[in-house]
């Protein structure tokens, strides 16, 4: 499996990077998900995360593939101090 990063969701295939992963490693599509991507010296930590096949030659529907995609959990609190905020997402 491919992940694709792109630094635009209008990006064309020729502009992406493409990243091979085993599909049935948890931590090997992991690792490739954190890592940011890095253009022109900016590292950017929120890159579109594209899911390709290996034999993929576009950015198109029969070419991604969702099989070990991680889905990113995001939690979000209000102003509060921070002993708190991790409190709340260890229970959470």
């Known amino acids: 499996m491919l992940i694709a990063k792109s630094f635009s969701v209008k990006a064309k295939f020729e502009d992406l990077v493409l990243e091979p992963v085993e599909a049935n490693v948890a931590m090997d599509i992991i690792n490739h998900t954190i890592i940011p991507l890095s253009k022109k010296g900016i590292l950017n930590q929120f890159t579109t995360l594209i899911p390709l096949k290996d034999i993929a030659t576009a950015r198109r529907k029969e ?30």
Do not use: M
Request: no cysteine.
């Open 63 to 92: 070419w991604l593939d969702f099989t070990g995609i991680v889905q990113p959990v995001v939690l979000e609190f209000d102003n509060d101090s921070l002993e708190h905020q991790e409190e709340r997402a260890r229970k959470t």
